[in-house]
């Protein structure tokens, strides 16, 4: 794969989401720094584990902004988010069982997926409705 960049189709039309969607990207993009500079597993562990901690706090200040607003539809956001934690949790075991080149290119292709397709399908969602509420 190649590294992501962001760019102003995944904008979800509220700044603070965007700016953290941005560095959710370049945490992505260390672990495919890290990966392809062909640093060894514990590198890799550690900025896995870097990107987990980054996710956490964006997932928790983006539900905290739904719950703010009244958005309705925050419970089923709110679960997708958690069965992300819970497969960051499952990758970061299988780093601790060996983390290599094959389980790290797996691991960024599942990632850069999820995240690009959560952006565009549900948190834009949540930009429709401060727009349509404003
Ligand atoms: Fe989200
Ligand atoms: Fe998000």
Request: hydrophobic share 40%; charged share 25%.
């Amino acid at each position: 794969m190649k590294s992501i960049k962001w760019n102003r189709d995944l904008s979800v039309g509220n700044a603070a989401i965007d700016e953290e969607h941005k560095k959710l990207i370049s945490y992505l993009n260390d672990l495919y720094v890290a990966c392809h500079a062909g640093q060894g597993p514990s590198v890799l562990r550690q900025t896995l584990c870097s990107l987990q901690r980054y996710t956490h706090e964006h997932f928790s200040h983006e539900e905290d902004a739904m719950h703010n607003m009244g958005y309705p539809g925050l419970a089923d956001h709110r679960a997708q988010h958690g069965e992300l934690m819970d497969k960051l949790d499952a990758l970061i075991e299988e780093f601790d069982a060996g983390a290599d080149h094959e389980l790290s290119n797996k691991t960024l292709l599942f990632l850069a997926d999820w995240l690009i397709q959560h952006i565009e399908a549900e948190d834009k969602k949540i930009g429709v409705f401060i727009g349509a509420s404003n």
